[in-house]
């Protein structure tokens, strides 16, 4: 389930937080799993500015579902359709060979494109390495002049921010504020300068110039889910709301005395008589294999998994014997593996699987239904719908 709700007033709070620099929300990856087109209809609704993708065929998705906003795609293969994106409108990040096929298809459509031009400032990734930038700016300009793109924004990528204490994110910000430099010296006026990523934006307010982080505008993808992008602070002290729920209900409780081996491997053995819970998902679903151990919550109580995670299931020990009578209600009860509120975190379940909370929220498979709860502004305060 996800709880549309809270991705609006995530967007709130994080609109707050950067004000008055405006926010693309980063709705790449099915929006990190929780679903592309509900997510962003959610998050312009409560006033972000734009969108930000990995992929032109992400932005066309969106296009398709009749999204006029303003969308960034920022990744390419030699074999993108960018022609398809200038008739969309779709704005592109060009790092370097993306400009010719850009200009092209600009050139063949008799349109202009709208591109956001990237350094690379320390990442590593895309972008423009520093020695290409000022080749890369003059070419921009030529093209503008051609009336074949137009530099509505310059942009970078962060490396560590999520580690506040390292010295290489301001360094990656003198680094971009030069090359925006570089990029005005060759005549181009890009309107959108923007640097920060959720860990950037929610750690600004402890730099001493919370503005050269902030810029002209911020792109946020995980925060918006709820999630928080620091090991060490939790979503609730960010002022953030967990968005997804991954439930299931139990399918099966037996009760099995000591010495029982569970799932592929017997990698788990019973210590004591007990009864296993098996809940349907698997890493078919999405659950980690290597999460063995993550929690679940049944009936208001966390549970460890148990053994191997399998392809469609996990078992769940709880604990104490004798539970699969009927009147223990189990068969058929909620069991949630992460969420909001008292739930277990999607933190955790990265913890178990030795990776990062992102991971685990965008890896939830399509074969786990998505069922978004206030999916309208009108119906945030009503009950939740049976999923
Ligand atoms: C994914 C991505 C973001 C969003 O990062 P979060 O840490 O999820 O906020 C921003 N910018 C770029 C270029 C990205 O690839």
Redesign the pocket.
Known sequence: MVDLAAVRANVRRLRALAAPARL?A?V??DA?GHGAVPVARAVLEAGADAL?V?HVGEALALRAAGIGAPVLA??HTVDTDFPAALAADVEL?VSGWELAPITEAARALGATARIHL?IDTGLGR?GAPAALWPALVRAAAQAEAEGLVRVVGV?T??AV??EPARPETREQLERFRAAVATARAAGLRPGLR?A??????LSAAGLERPEDMLLDM????????G?S?FADRTPEQLGLVPAMTLRSTVSAVKDVPAGQGVSYGLSYVTDRPTTLALVPLGYADGVPRSGTGGPVRIQGRTYPEVGRVAMDQIVVDLGAPGRSAPEHGLLGAEAVLFGAGENPSASAWAEAAGTIN?EIVTRVSPRVPRVHLHATEERAGAEKEKP
Not at 196 to 201: E, H, T
Not at 218 to 225: E, F, H, K, Q
């Open positions: 693309m980063v790449k990856a990190y930000g990995a920022w990744l990040g990237k895309n942009f990528h962060l921010a999520d923007h920060a990523n959720s860990p950037g934006l911020v792109r946020v993808g995980v925060s918006l889910y999630l992008p992102y």
